[in-house]
């Protein structure tokens, strides 16, 4: 979910990454979002014209040293070094109360690790949220900003993920930053 009102200096663009090309959208304020590699780049940029219509598409470079600073850790994380990207704000407007909550606490996951949905519900203050915070992972505007990729059903179980490629994809992320189900990296790798 995007504001419903932008910063005339709000803009969005697509750059490379060791994935695929990544889509991000900035505001004077932050991250508006970020969109995970689609097929290719041109279904990207399309995927990124739908999701901010009102918004035009510039070159990287335009978008200022903040975004510019963003785009890299984002590549770097991408490139599997362990960045936690805390230092890239976020655009919250028009994001529901409940999922601002979610999305902090995803936040606080290091690169390598993972949590369940029920530890984010527990965390929330109830166990029985753990739907809900699947849902509020759903609609997540900032991928992998906020890493809903380090998120996973009981058991390990990959749970849903809403990228190109879907529970694929959010494997190949979790191998790039060389996390297990459980939250430990093994310390014997294949």
Not at 9 to 16: E, K
């Amino acid at each position: 979910m995007q504001p419903s009102t932008h910063p005339s200096d709000a803009a969005w663009t697509v750059f490379p990454t060791a994935i695929g090309p990544v889509g991000l959208a900035w505001s004077g304020a932050g991250l508006l979002g970020a969109q995970l590699p689609e097929a290719d780049e041109a279904a990207t940029r399309a995927r990124m014209a739908r999701r901010y219509p009102a918004l035009p598409q510039v070159e990287a470079t335009r978008l200022g040293s903040a975004a510019a600073q963003a785009m890299e850790g984002i590549a770097a994380l991408m490139a599997g070094e362990p960045r936690d990207l805390l230092e890239i704000p976020l655009d919250l407007r028009g994001v529901p109360e409940f999922n601002q909550r979610v999305y902090a606490l995803a936040r606080r996951i290091l690169p390598g690790q993972t949590r369940t949905y029920g530890d984010l519900a527990l965390e929330l203050g109830d166990k029985a949220l753990a739907r809900a915070v699947g849902q509020a992972l759903g609609h997540n505007p900032f991928a992998p900003v906020v890493p809903c990729h380090r998120i996973l059903g009981a058991a390990g179980w990959s749970g849903g993920f809403s990228a190109h490629g879907g529970a694929l994809t959010k494997m190949r992320m979790l191998t790039i930053e060389g996390a297990c189900p459980g939250g430990t990296p093994s310390l014997f790798p294949y």
